[in-house]
């Protein structure tokens, strides 16, 4: 049996070959080529390792013939076309926590930069200048830092600002009450933290749910004079209006490692004194990038030699055995916690998952990942079936796993509930035909629907005509109706639709469909 083939198509610390060498795969180091030149080499490859140089796009996908893992040394994968790998059946793995305490660092420094006004002081002493007077700072000690996210980076960063003697508060949905008295930060919600915080730091992926997360309404509820620092992602800031309150003084000074558009050739804030900058530097020290390296070189080696599974983005860890029965689970279990994560508002708390009938004869575990992984992609854009339960376990949140073997109403059940600060909201489905997801019902109210592409769900008061003015409404947009799924608690009360269009739902159309007659909630939803 030949041995599996690996191409390293990034500079890459060169330990990684030698792993790879050392267990059991051939591996060529082929660095710098153009995409015509690697979409002609892909052929002859079983897993390739990358960096963010390399695009692995659909021509290429199409070309790698033999290609079976993806394996990115560092977090973001906006290079791989995630779900054109999926559906050509390749892997495509990352390694997530690799460099997290050298952005943790980063993040840390550009706090101290700002704080002592380090980059602009060096460049006039060295311009010749002596602007002692120029250059009043600020200490970090007793003063209040604000995370916005408190996952594996941020609670890095609050150990090392405690170090620094600062008192730290945090925003994260997913921050239980024990776990942020376990790494020593206080709670809080959005707007507190933005009243209170000297300095804001930002440790969240770029997600729906956080893009311009500082918008300019939210930068105008900051503290007059704080400061604020981006080693995370492009996006999680409006530029333009952080300009602005950086020119006002609202904003004392601003600190990013990441800008929107990247490589970043102009910005609005080029050229602000109260502004420093550095070009995505977060995963960029010698300690990350040989970690990162020698990471991914063990991951595609163990799944190209035995099968492991490690940090896969697109699938979970199953055996052989378990996977034809568990697969139909999983995609359910994913759109339920996708569902209830996308409608379910506030901080959560816990998490219960019952399988019943069917369902609670199979293994827990993956199912568990999965409505793990549906419900926290609202908030990450990293996680996945693997990851997932550590992602939730390091937030602390409270996961239950419950077995019902006596059916109930269907052969087969799940249903996911989470606790919120707004009480329990509860969403079931089942599979038809042993392999077709349905939803059942949803907070309370019975409804089957597929779980598929965009969907609005809309809650509205039982009333005649309200169809035709919501249908009449699409139409007038240019959005077709797939289907049509009606739900309510009793004639006349509250009641349920959920509907699937052929394209995303315009925020206007929103708007819209929420100023109609009897309508209570409208939410664009996508699978």
Same mark, same amino acid.
């Given at each position: 049996?030949?041995?599996?083939?690996?191409?390293?198509?990034?500079?890459?610390?060169?330990?990684? /070959? #030698? !792993?790879? @060498?050392?267990? &059991?795969?051939?591996?060529?180091?082929? $660095?710098?080529? *153009?995409? =015509?030149? %690697?979409? /002609? #080499? !892909?052929? @002859?490859?079983? &897993?390739?390792?990358?960096?963010?140089? $390399?695009?692995? *796009?659909? =021509?290429? %996908?199409? /070309?790698?013939?033999?290609?079976?893992?993806?394996?990115?040394?560092?977090?973001?994968?906006?290079?791989?076309?995630?779900?054109?790998?999926?559906?050509?059946?390749?892997?495509?793995?990352?390694?997530?926590?690799?460099?997290?305490?050298?952005?943790?660092?980063?993040?840390?420094?550009?706090?101290?930069?700002?704080?002592?006004?380090?980059?602009?002081?060096?460049?006039?002493?060295?311009?010749?200048?002596?602007?002692?007077?120029?250059?009043?700072?600020?200490?970090?000690?007793?003063?209040?830092?604000?995370?916005?996210?408190?996952?594996?980076?941020?609670?890095?960063?609050?150990?090392?600002?405690?170090?620094?003697?600062?008192?730290?508060?945090?925003?994260?949905?997913?921050?239980?009450?024990?776990?942020?008295?376990?790494?020593?930060?206080?709670?809080?919600?959005?707007?507190?933290?933005?009243?209170?915080?000297?300095?804001?730091?930002?440790?969240?992926?770029?997600?729906?749910?956080?893009?311009?997360?500082?918008?300019?309404?939210?930068?105008?509820?900051?503290?007059?004079?704080?400061?604020?620092?981006?080693?995370?992602?492009?996006?999680?800031?409006?530029?333009?209006?952080?300009?602005?309150?950086?020119?006002?003084?609202?904003?004392?000074?601003?600190?990013?490692?990441?800008?929107?558009?990247?490589?970043?050739?102009?910005?609005?804030?080029?050229?602000?004194?109260?502004?420093?900058?550095?070009?995505?530097?977060?995963?960029?020290?010698?300690?990350?990038?040989?970690?990162?390296?020698?990471?991914?070189?063990?991951?595609?080696?163990?799944?190209?030699?035995?099968?492991?599974?490690?940090?896969?983005?697109?699938?979970?860890?199953?055996?052989?055995?378990?996977?034809?029965?568990?697969?139909?689970?999983?995609?359910?279990?994913?759109?339920?916690?996708?569902?209830?994560?996308?409608?379910?508002?506030?901080?959560?708390?816990?998490?219960?998952?019952?399988?019943?009938?069917?369902?609670?004869?199979?293994?827990?575990?993956?199912?568990?990942?999965?409505?793990?992984?549906?419900?926290?992609?609202?908030?990450?854009?990293?996680?996945?079936?693997?990851?997932?339960?550590?992602?939730?376990?390091?937030?602390?949140?409270?996961?239950?796993?419950?077995?019902?073997?006596?059916?109930?109403?269907?052969?087969?059940?799940?249903?996911?509930?989470?606790?919120?600060?707004?009480?329990?909201?509860?969403?079931?489905?089942?599979?038809?035909?042993?392999?077709?997801?349905?939803?059942?019902?949803?907070?309370?109210?019975?409804?089957?629907?597929?779980?598929?592409?965009?969907?609005?769900?809309?809650?509205?008061?039982?009333?005649?005509?309200?169809?035709?003015?919501?249908?009449?409404?699409?139409?007038?947009?240019?959005?077709?109706?797939?289907?049509?799924?009606?739900?309510?608690?009793?004639?006349?009360?509250?009641?349920?639709?959920?509907?699937?269009?052929?394209?995303?739902?315009?925020?206007?159309?929103?708007?819209?469909?929420?100023?109609?007659?009897?309508?209570?909630?409208?939410?664009?939803?996508?699978?």
């Amino acid at each position: 049996m030949s041995k599996p083939k690996v191409l390293i198509s990034d500079k890459m610390d060169p330990n990684a /070959a #030698r !792993i790879f @060498e050392e267990r &059991g795969c051939d591996v060529d180091v082929i $660095t710098g080529e *153009t995409p =015509e030149e %690697l979409k /002609a #080499r !892909i052929g @002859e490859y079983d &897993g390739l390792a990358i960096r963010s140089s $390399t695009k692995v *796009t659909k =021509e290429i %996908l199409d /070309a790698a013939t033999n290609l079976k893992v993806i394996g990115r040394a560092g977090i973001g994968v906006d290079n791989v076309d995630i779900p054109y790998a999926s559906g050509k059946g390749v892997v495509v793995m990352n390694t997530p926590f690799g460099n997290s305490i050298t952005t943790a660092e980063h993040a840390i420094a550009m706090i101290m930069a700002l704080a002592r006004q380090i980059p602009a002081a060096d460049r006039r002493t060295q311009a010749g200048e002596w602007p002692k007077n120029d250059f009043m700072g600020v200490e970090v000690t007793g003063k209040t830092l604000g995370l916005i996210g408190a996952g594996n980076i941020g609670s890095i960063v609050a150990s090392r600002a405690q170090g620094l003697k600062m008192k730290v508060i945090a925003f994260d949905p997913f921050l239980t009450e024990d776990r942020a008295v376990e790494i020593g930060v206080e709670k809080v919600d959005l707007d507190t933290l933005l009243a209170r915080a000297d300095f804001i730091t930002l440790h969240t992926p770029l997600t729906d749910e956080t893009r311009n997360i500082l918008s300019r309404e939210n930068l105008a509820k900051t503290k007059k004079g704080v400061r604020i620092v981006n080693c995370a992602r492009g996006g999680l800031i409006d530029e333009a209006a952080l300009a602005d309150a950086l020119d006002s003084g609202q904003v004392a000074g601003a600190a990013l490692d990441v800008f929107q558009t990247e490589p970043a050739k102009d910005s609005p804030l080029f050229g602000k004194p109260n502004f420093i900058c550095t070009p995505h530097l977060g995963a960029s020290t010698n300690e990350a990038q040989v970690n990162v390296a020698l990471q991914v070189a063990e991951q595609l080696a163990d799944y190209l030699v035995n099968g492991g599974v490690t940090n896969a983005l697109n699938m979970p860890s199953l055996s052989a055995e378990e996977a034809p029965k568990l697969r139909p689970y999983m995609g359910l279990a994913e759109n339920l916690g996708s569902l209830v994560g996308q409608l379910a508002h506030g901080n959560l708390t816990k998490i219960s998952i019952e399988r019943e009938g069917a369902a609670a004869q199979l293994s827990g575990k993956p199912i568990e990942g999965a409505v793990l992984a549906g419900l926290m992609r609202q908030y990450s854009d990293t996680v996945n079936m693997v990851n997932a339960p550590f992602l939730a376990k390091e937030r602390g949140l409270d996961i239950r796993s419950i077995r019902h073997e006596k059916e109930g109403a269907y052969n087969t059940l799940l249903r996911v509930t989470v606790g919120t600060d707004s009480g329990d909201r509860s969403v079931a489905g089942t599979l038809f035909g042993a392999d077709a997801p349905r939803l059942t019902e949803i907070f309370g109210v019975r409804i089957e629907a597929e779980l598929d592409g965009h969907m609005l769900y809309i809650v509205n008061e039982d009333a005649p005509g309200f169809i035709g003015r919501i249908g009449s409404l699409l139409g007038e947009n240019g959005i077709n109706i797939g289907t049509f799924n009606l739900g309510r608690r009793e004639a006349g009360g509250e009641a349920v639709l959920l509907l699937s269009v052929d394209q995303p739902i315009p925020q206007d159309v929103v708007d819209k469909a929420c100023a109609l007659e009897g309508v209570k909630t409208v939410m664009p939803l996508a699978f």
